[in-house]
């Protein structure tokens, strides 16, 4: 593991990263989804890609990167930007984007694009969630902010304040017009059991980026971590 510091607007970002095959030319980045770390994805494709130079990256505020205060995903991707510009990384073969990662790399529009069940398609929300939205409202400036983690879901309710704002800031972009718009080759897998991001999410995704390739693989939210194999087969011909 090693530290790369980088300064964006008046903050200095600690990043986490680590490189494998360093004497590899060709090179891919692979970027993790939201509350996850480059350990599974490390985890997932570390054995593969063996002609490639592998770069795993902690964003921002995950894993052992740190976080200066609240940005939005456009400040990730230019973070992530500059990182790349430090490492002296002029061109990548492709960016490996999971969930959040997969926006993230999106805006980064490389040449070529592969997405891990992505986020970026906003879901209808249940009546329940409708419900809490409206008494967050309501009672918003009224309690104390340590309150607030109250409306939220059990697996967020452990994040430092910084990290809950920015999901709130990320969780529902609709980024159906950066899909539309994007000039990247781009191969999308994705897992039929996954509830986080659903199949029909992807299928969105698909119709959306003009020339994109679609695969449904057996598995949840982190399929790919079992299918890594089939993934790298693909990716291959391509890159």
């Keep these: 593991m090693a530290l790369k510091e980088i300064e964006y607007g008046s903050k200095v970002y600690s990043l986490s990263y680590e490189i494998l095959n360093p004497s590899k030319k060709k090179t891919i980045l692979f970027l993790h989804g939201w509350g996850s770390s480059k350990e599974i994805m490390k985890q997932a494709f570390g054995k593969c890609f063996g002609d490639f130079k592998h770069i795993y990256l902690d964003l921002p505020g995950f894993g052992n990167s740190s976080i200066e205060e609240i940005i939005t995903t456009q400040d990730y991707s230019s973070i992530v930007e500059l990182f790349l510009k430090s490492l002296h990384i002029d061109e990548l073969s492709c960016i490996v984007g999971h969930s959040f990662g997969g926006k993230v790399a999106t805006l980064l529009n490389p040449a070529n694009l592969t997405l891990l069940s992505s986020a970026g398609i906003v879901r209808k929300k249940s009546l329940k969630t409708k419900l809490k939205i409206i008494l967050f409202k309501a009672f918003k400036g009224l309690l104390p902010k340590k309150f607030y983690k109250f409306f939220a879901s059990d697996d967020v309710k452990e994040m430092s304040q910084t990290m809950y704002e920015i999901l709130k800031l990320v969780v529902d972009e609709d980024f159906s017009k950066h899909f539309k718009n994007l000039t990247s080759k781009t191969v999308i897998f994705w897992g039929r059991e996954d509830y986080i991001t659903p199949l029909e999410s992807g299928r969105k995704i698909k ?29 291959v011909t391509l890159l």
Aim: net charge neutral; aromatic share 20%; hydrophobic share 40%.
């Design 207 to 235: 119709e959306l980026i003009k020339g994109s390739e679609f695969y449904e693989l057996g598995g949840d939210h982190f399929f790919f971590i079992k299918n890594s194999k089939f993934i790298e087969k693909r990716l």
